[in-house]
């Protein structure tokens, strides 16, 4: 069936300003675009169905090219602690979460930031304890590198006084040496481990419940990492080819595969873009340091609040480097959790040190760099996903762990872009919100929404640059430059439509745009 999509401005994100007038599509493909007057003199009596855009503005879909879609769901399904502002106020929202479960059941909140609280010290064990030792509570920290747990779960997991740091993580202690219920990275491991089994129905709820939210707020695509936590990959995988095609919510859901569940995907034969149009495979997935909440991003020189304490290596350099080798063996790419300057320098050498796979590997994060690193980084096949609502939630409190003289190489976009570094553009979520109009403002102004204040100006995008991290950018990520992010002609009849013109509007004033209509596939999956 023809379509034709006309009567507003449609924005191709081929080059900087360029507007068509209408765009004809069928069978989920652009099949025209150009002035009006052409496209309905070349299509006359052939078209099924119009679309008057009444003034609004069409854009090329946009896609979140790093996020954890069951995650998100789960933040929606779940207790959600993010937008809290002390300890106080979480504990009587466990408190009451845990009055309304039934006995025994784990309480589970998501996304606690003690750096947007008042008093910013961390929950205590005993503190849970007091609401419950019934139940077992776990209380994720926004980053996900971070967790709370009463001595109820600790006791299900088997962790005790005497148990030891993992490599990769810690079990925080406090100055008499006593486990506090705080667990980083890898040291969450056994906590998680011990919670109930997922349910498939659970699963495909939480993908269900986000991808809706996602398609109301203008995503059409997201690249996801959730294979690995969730009861196994075959589990997952199933739950997301359930919930997302052509016979149910259209979606362009692509499926980082972590290293852990490596093996069970080539054992089902399965590799690289292995799938459908809606749910594929992507590159394998490895941590190689924390977060920078935690001080556990591995840092070329120790924390301005920590001395001596340069972050955590979640493998060391030569575990790290086989688990590339073995990506490599077949064919496969890799795509690397690098936060800290020193983690992306580990993984540049590794990188530079093995044969390049036949599709481009990502780097994902890179908030810190050395002046060095950008050539080294381009001597490699890759790509660097950012997310920019980190430079509006970090700042100012990341300038206490990095000092200001790191400023100048913190969370870098735009000299990513001038290096010539292709770059993609996600939200992280659920650390931080889906939103894409939030990560385009941070972008392009760098304001905090603590104090409003801009922290490294000269790493301003455009508007132009902005957009095109969540079109084109996260195309290129997945080799799909040839068919997504851009309104031509061959391309998939994916639109994101706004009530304003994001390039019109200041950009203080994003965030009064709506969604109009999200379309994947030339179907109307969302209509405001």
Partial sequence: MAELWYGGTIYTMSQEGEQVEAVVTKNGRIEMTGALEDVMKKWKGSIDKEHHLQGQVMYP????????????????????????????????????????????????????NENQWADPRIIH?????????????MLTRVCRHALLANSKAMELAGVTEESKDPQGGKIVRDHQGETTGYFLDAAQDPIKAAMPDYSQAYLEKAVSVAVEDLTRNGIVGGHSEDLNYYGGFGKTYEAFQNSIGAHQSKFRAHLLVHHEVLDDMLTEGLSYKSGSDFVELGAVKIFSDGAIGGRTALLSEGYEDDKGNRGMAIHKEEHLAQLVKKARKHNLPVAVHAIGDEAVAMITRILNGVPDAPYRDRIIHAQFMQDELYDQVKTTNSIVDIQPTFVSSDFPWVLDRIGEHRLKNAYPWKSLLQSGIPCA????????????????????????????KVYGREQCLTMYEAISLYTKGSAYAIHEENKRGQIIVGYDADFTIFDRDLFALHPDRHLEANVTRTIVDGTVVYQR
Avoid: C, Y
């Fill in 425 to 452: 553009g996600g939200s992280d979520a659920p650390i931080e919100e889906i939103n894409p109009l939030l990560a385009i403002q941070a972008a392009v102004t760098r304001k905090s929404v603590h104090d409003q």
């Fill in 61 to 112: 879909g946009f896609v979140d090219s790093h996020l954890h879609i069951i995650g998100h769901g789960e933040r929606l399904l779940r207790l959600d602690l993010s937008f809290m502002k002390s300890p106080e106020e979480v504990k009587e929202a466990v408190a009451s979460h845990a009055s309304q479960l039934p006995p025994g059941e784990w309480l589970i909140g998501e996304g606690w």
């Fill in 125 to 137: 064990k005993s503190e849970l304890d007091e609401i419950s030792t019934e139940h077992p509570i």
